[in-house]
């Protein structure tokens, strides 16, 4: 009996840290003090920060995991931003679906195994996909391949029984970028693989997009095949 307890203490006990860290971390979405990001990108931090709920009328967050780890707040110019886009997509083009990732902690710093995402103004978006069939899709996320992030496109942007679509990102660039000005912030840069870029470019919505925002001219440290990361230009201290 007295074995039965420690094992079942041992399996309550982890799994009642894990529950209260989740809590606690909604209550620090809730509406409080206003978001001020400090720093930059890299070396930064951020107070009062926000977060999308998990999922939409057309998208979700990469890993209900991920979400309850507190791994996707941003400021809250940039989360009402990212809203009102998918508000915008989810009105004009109701068929397509959207994928959101990492974005960084509720309070900044350091966000391992990321090198930016420390001050609120950065976000990962996992590439729209349809079937190669063109069926509109998800991309799959699960823990054997990194929440979506050890997908790898080749250069046709095909992986698997998926290929990006394009179009689809293009149009939710640019409606990012209204609903960003929207809310009195902007685009600073977004970083997507640079082989993939021309295929962005050859859609109409792609190439409007890749003229309005300033997209990286050389390849990241990693391929950002898969996802592209989008950082958004936000006054902070």
């Known amino acids: 009996m007295t074995l039965r307890r420690v094992l079942l203490a041992a399996c309550l006990v982890p799994l009642a840290i894990a529950v209260g860290?989740?809590?606690?971390?909604?209550?620090?979405?809730?509406?409080?003090?206003?978001?001020?990001?400090?720093?930059?990108?890299?070396?930064?931090?951020?107070e009062g920060g926000r977060?999308?709920?998990?999922?939409?009328?057309?998208?979700?967050?990469y890993s209900l995991l991920g979400f309850l780890l507190g791994r996707t707040f941003v400021h809250e110019a940039v989360r009402d931003a990212m809203r009102d886009a998918y508000a915008e997509l989810s009105r004009s083009h109701p068929e397509l679906r959207f994928v959101y990732a990492e974005s960084g902690w509720p309070w900044g710093g350091s966000f391992a195994p990321h090198k930016s995402?420390?001050?609120?103004?950065?976000?990962?978006?996992?590439?729209?996909?349809?079937?190669?069939?063109?069926?509109?899709?998800?991309?799959?996320t699960s823990l054997f391949n990194q929440f979506g992030y050890a997908v790898?496109?080749?250069?046709?942007?095909?992986?698997?029984?998926?290929?990006?679509?394009?179009?689809?990102?293009?149009?939710?660039?640019?409606?990012?970028?209204?609903?960003?000005?929207a809310h009195g912030i902007g685009i600073r840069r977004v970083i997507f693989d640079v082989g993939l870029q021309p295929k962005?470019?050859?859609?109409?919505?792609?190439?409007?997009?890749?003229?309005?925002?300033?997209?990286?001219?050389?390849?990241?440290?990693?391929?950002?095949?898969?996802?592209?990361h989008v950082d958004f230009a936000v006054a902070c201290r």
């Open 51 to 61: 977060r999308l709920p998990y999922a939409g009328d057309n998208y979700r967050a």
């Open 117 to 140: 995402h420390a001050n609120g103004t950065a976000v990962d978006f996992h590439v729209p996909v349809r079937t190669l069939d063109g069926r509109i899709s998800e991309l799959t």
């Open 21 to 46: 860290f989740a809590v606690y971390v909604a209550g620090l979405g809730l509406v409080g003090r206003a978001s001020i990001c400090h720093g930059t990108v890299v070396n930064g931090s951020l």
């Open 200 to 228: 962005l470019a050859a859609t109409a919505s792609g190439a409007q997009a890749m003229k309005r925002l300033a997209f990286n001219q050389q390849q990241a440290w990693v391929r950002h095949d898969e996802h592209y």
């Open 152 to 181: 790898e496109f080749d250069s046709a942007g095909r992986a698997g029984s998926h290929r990006i679509d394009f179009e689809a990102m293009g149009l939710h660039l640019l409606a990012l970028d209204r609903a960003a000005h």
